[in-house]
């Protein structure tokens, strides 16, 4: 049974980290062999003192300090501290499902001689608001996440490890590196597209399910969007094999909407056609509601069709957004260099 470090990269987690924490720091799993390490990146609320207080309580909770800020840094500050046999990733607002968490992820490992292992990931806290029970629900169907993701399934088999691993045996970092701090979102696919590149394995299992919360409001669940998409844009021009069909869909269709509607004002066949195509559009969001709400209160199902723009066009303007910085960042690097510059 593998020893366990806990990295929890945070930012201004105070509401929830106290509560994530705790759940992690009472585990059923003896003390000596499971630590957890918070990752703080210059947090402004009381993260800090928080995680301090419950230093008191907790002698395997360790605090280091994340200049950088970035999760991504974060991670690989805490990585550098581990000193256990396996690492697992625990965001500062998950919640932890039971006390058995880290004895079912040691014994997954253990059993399975997997080099990393993945968990589904889904968004079902408890007492949601609508608009997280919104989210959660378009946030598992297939309008609104990868379809080639496994963070939904609950079938426990070996899996590519790209969008799903969260947990390494220490060997994997001594293979591949650490986190690309280059990276604000995404890092974790843009690392567990090394794991896989250097043909190490990744069993996905059940045992290891976190909750995550959903955002709750459109604004919050457009900007956590527009990251993943930058992020993703970010990725392919990283690892150009990564992209693939759905993640161009809704920058693809951002583009749509907008190029016809300009050239509909020029066009009046492109103006009918691109009527017809917002129309279908939102046939599709309000059909999708009408299917994921019948599980759902009225006032959740109401707001699916809303979720799904802020899905949508979230990520296609993070996508593009980041898109425009790489090809700039390109274009400087080709343009001459003035006379005399060094």
Not at 120 to 128: A, N
Not at 172 to 188: N, Y
Request: aromatic content about 10%; proline content about 7%.
């Amino acid at each position: 049974m593998p020893s366990v470090s806990v990295v929890v990269p945070v930012r201004n987690e105070a509401r929830s980290i106290e509560g994530t924490l705790r759940l992690l720091l009472t585990q059923d799993f003896p003390r000596d062999e499971f630590e957890v390490i918070v990752a703080d990146g210059a947090s402004t609320d009381e993260t800090v003192p928080i995680v301090r207080r419950l230093q008191g309580e907790f002698p395997n909770l360790k605090l280091v300090f994340n200049a950088a800020r970035l999760s991504s840094a974060g991670r690989n500050t805490a990585i550098r501290h581990a000193r256990m046999d396996v690492v697992v990733i625990v965001d500062g607002h998950c919640h932890v499902p039971d006390r058995d968490y880290l004895k079912n992820l040691s014994a997954a490992f253990a059993a399975s001689g997997a080099d990393c292992l993945g968990r589904p990931q889904p968004l079902d806290v408890p007492d949601p608001t609508p608009f997280q029970r919104a989210v959660s629900a378009a946030r598992s169907s297939r309008l609104g996440h990868n379809p080639d993701s496994d963070i939904y399934s609950n079938e426990a088999k070996f899996v590519p490890p790209q969008s799903t691993a969260v947990a390494y045996a220490r060997s994997v970092f001594h293979t591949v590196g650490l986190f690309d701090q280059a990276f604000d979102a995404c890092e974790d696919v843009e690392f567990n597209e090394r794991v896989h590149a250097a043909g190490l394995t990744c069993y996905f299992t059940p045992a290891v399910k976190i909750v995550y919360e959903p955002r709750s409001s459109f604004r919050a669940l457009f900007y956590q969007l527009g990251r993943y998409g930058g992020g993703r844009a970010k990725l392919a021009f990283k690892h150009p094999k990564s992209l693939t069909l759905p993640a161009l869909v809704p920058p693809l269709w951002a583009v749509w909407v907008l190029a016809g509607g300009a050239l509909s004002l020029v066009v009046p066949y492109f103006g009918a056609l691109w009527l017809a195509s917002l129309a279908l559009y939102a046939t599709v969001l309000l059909g999708a509601g009408v299917v994921l709400g019948r599980k759902l209160s009225r006032a959740a199902a109401v707001r699916v069709p809303v979720v799904f723009v802020a899905i949508h066009f979230g990520f296609a303007w993070g996508f593009w957004k980041e898109v425009a910085k790489q090809l700039r960042q390109r274009v400087r690097w080709w343009a001459p260099q003035p006379a005399g510059a060094s």
